[in-house]
């Protein structure tokens, strides 16, 4: 007999398990930042980023040079087949009107940081949930728009923590999104934004 775990508890649980070492951990973190997404999945055009996205985190220190954070965030892009032209019966056609996906998520991530300093800088992966809403289009379209669903993903990415004053820090991050929507999407995002450890 086989028992089916929902993914959602699986989730849950690895996020408690690697939150367990919080209350040892010497050094805790919480930021913010604000960027621009670029839907890398059909090209790798660096002049296509636009706003908005954003995210915040909670995370601490686990070793030295190791932190795990918790983050959420919401990332804004056009539909997969926004402006796509699709054929219809009897050889006509129709072009799909342009409307953008919000995609909120939430990440389970590990940053390994080196050249401490003013200027620390590190790498980090992690997996997490994905939820696409597609944008409401004009009524015969909505066979044709991305489904609303939640699904798993993995991020990867560099970041840099400029050191301000005290445990106030600017924070810079460049992030790579691989979200296992139906239609796979593959997102850039580069990020500003600020970071206090205390």
Known sequence: MTVSVPRRVIFLSAIVLSFGPLAL??????????????DVTHDWNLGSFQA???EGWAGARIEEGAVTRLTFGSLRIPGSNAGAVIPQGGGSSVVMPSYTDQIGFATLDVSYLFL???MTCGVFAGIGG?????QDVPPGFT???????????????????????????GVGR??????FTQTRRYLL??????????
């Not at 951990?25 to 670029?38: C, H, K, L, S």
């Not at 994905?130 to 597609?134: A, F, G």
């Not at 995002?189 to 205390?198: L, T």
């Open 25 to 38: 951990a010497q050094q805790f973190e919480i930021g913010a930042t604000y960027g621009w997404v670029n």
């Open 174 to 179: 460049l992030t790579f999104h691989d979200v």
């Open 116 to 118: 401490q300093g003013p």
């Open 189 to 198: 995002v580069a990020s500003v934004g600020a970071a206090y450890r205390f």
């Open 143 to 169: 066979a044709y728009e991305d489904p609303r669903q939640t699904v798993f993903g993995w991020n990867a990415g560099v970041e840099g923590y400029l050191h301000l004053y005290r445990g106030l820090a």
């Open 52 to 54: 908005p996205n954003w």
């Open 130 to 134: 994905y939820k696409t809403s597609p």
